[in-house]
């Protein structure tokens, strides 16, 4: 069974600059994350979706950040325009349906110059 | 809002001693779960805990959940040089995991 899919996995820009991560998760699974973990940190929740729905995402920088998931499958994620402190790990994780466990993507690291 | 702490930050044991995390939420929990996350790499699930006093073991590992469902721990026997990483528990009480900050494990051969 393939894995949860993310790119690029790797990315530097300056600040300003716009940037979009790209994910494709487990293929039926009905909820797909995208977090951050910025380094020695636990990953954070940006935005949780339910099919194409969005279920929370209180903890998204709404100003800066979007994120959508057309169709219910895959998702983007995007910055616009980019800080320095938004270098970090995006991690995009799926799941069966809410409460089970969650598979994560290998993750884009992002560095924000 | 709901947080997770995390202790200890780090843990330095040599191998075949044991070592212990623990996770303490600030309200009652729906369930827990632990991830384990090797240097580099991402996030792994290991195991959901579910039930008030839960007890369920995998191999050297053994995960508690609190009979208050407000913490948990994860306990391994007899480390080894392959159980280096960080582990992270994440509660629910939403639908919404929150991560603690992790424990990172080094074991010494």
């Known amino acids: 069974e393939a894995g949860v899919a993310q790119s690029p996995r790797y990315k530097i820009i300056e600040k300003r600059q716009s940037v979009a991560f790209w994910c494709n998760p487990i293929?039926?699974?009905?909820?797909l994350y995208w977090y951050q973990q910025i380094l020695g940190q636990g990953p954070k929740l940006l935005i949780q979706?339910?099919?194409?729905?969005?279920?929370?995402d209180s903890q998204l920088p709404k100003d800066r950040f979007s994120a959508e998931r057309l169709k219910g499958v895959d998702s983007t994620l995007k910055i616009q325009p980019a800080k320095l402190e938004d270098s970090a790990v995006y991690l995009c994780?799926?799941?069966?349906?809410?409460?089970?466990?969650?598979?994560f993507g290998p993750g884009t690291r992002l560095t924000v110059l | 809002g709901q947080q997770v702490m995390q202790i200890p930050q780090y843990q330095h044991v040599q191998e075949g001693e044991d070592f212990t995390t623990y996770c303490n939420s600030s309200?009652?929990?729906?369930?827990i779960q632990w991830y384990k996350q090797r240097p580099g790499g991402h996030p792994v699930f290991l195991i959901q805990?579910?039930?008030?006093?839960e007890v369920k073991k995998q191999k050297r590992l053994t995960f508690q959940f609190g009979e208050a469902k407000k913490n948990s721990s994860l306990h391994i026997t007899a480390t080894q040089t392959t159980d280096v990483g960080t582990y992270f528990c994440a509660g629910s009480n939403t639908g919404k995991l929150i991560f603690g900050q992790g424990t990172t494990l080094q074991v010494k051969p």
């Open positions: 309200t009652t929990l729906s369930n």
């Open positions: 979706f339910q099919n194409n729905g969005v279920v929370d």
């Open positions: 805990l579910v039930k008030s006093g």
């Open positions: 293929s039926g699974h009905a909820t």
């Open positions: 994780a799926s799941s069966l349906e809410i409460w089970v466990e969650q598979f």
